[in-house]
T-cell receptor
């Protein structure tokens, strides 16, 4: 079983839609859960993170973790064409390396 | 806003040649990382570095690879004898402990695209 599994997409939605991006993980040692956004041929950009079960909101973005089921979600409200990118979930433990999912490619159609 | 920088943005080299990829981490960060991403694949960890020594490395980071912090600002990745399969984007990241969150938030550079011919 892969440590981090992520729906690969691509996911195509109309502008204004609510987007749900998901990951599952297997390693119980993961303490926090990062979401990165990556535009084509660019470096991953830290979007937000959470480190406990429950929700964390930042503007149009909400990160959700359920540690009991090892399930991570990122919701984007009122999606914009500029949100079109690949979204990477990346759980981590302390200062150790992050373990990235394969990424979900999102396309928001104007 | 502080950011991680990397040079060059694109490096083309012939198989068997040595390459050095350079990174300038965020100035107050103490933890440094190299990751790579083969085109169309996921970001993979190579090595982490702290206090002038390797903290952790992956199976990918074999004897062909080495890292160094030659001065107070640069962090380098050297590939001694490049292979075709080393063609990838190489990302440097740095982090520091944030007592407010209790986390080590890793910030990534824009990457160096390495093409081995």
């Amino acid at each position: 079983q892969k440590e981090v599994e992520q729906d690969p997409g691509p996911l195509s939605v109309p502008e204004g839609a609510i987007v749900s991006l998901n990951c599952t993980y297997s390693n119980s040692a993961f303490q926090y859960f990062m979401w990165y956004r990556q535009y084509s041929r660019k470096g991953p950009e830290l979007l937000m993170y959470t480190y406990s079960s429950g929700n964390k909101e930042d503007g149009r973005f909400t990160a959700q973790v359920d540690k009991s089921s090892k399930y991570i979600s990122l919701f984007i409200r009122d999606s914009q064409p500029s949100d079109s990118a690949t979204y990477l979930c990346a759980p981590g433990e302390g200062r150790r390396a992050l373990t990235f999912g394969s990424g979900t490619r999102l396309q928001v159609q104007p | 806003e502080p950011e991680v920088t990397q040079t060059p943005s694109h490096q083309v080299t012939q198989m068997g040649q040595e390459v050095i990829l350079r990174c300038v981490p965020i100035s107050n960060h103490l933890y440094f990382y190299w990751y790579r991403q083969i085109l169309g694949q996921k970001v993979e960890f190579l090595v982490s570095f702290y206090n002038n020594e390797i903290s952790e490395k992956s199976e990918i980071f074999d004897d062909q690879f080495s890292v160094e912090r030659p001065d107070g600002s640069n962090f380098t990745l050297k590939i001694r004898s490049t292979k075709l399969e080393d063609s990838a984007m190489y990302f440097c990241a740095s982090s520091e402990f944030d007592p407010g969150t209790g986390l080590y938030e890793q910030y990534f550079g824009p990457g160096t695209r390495l093409t081995v011919t």
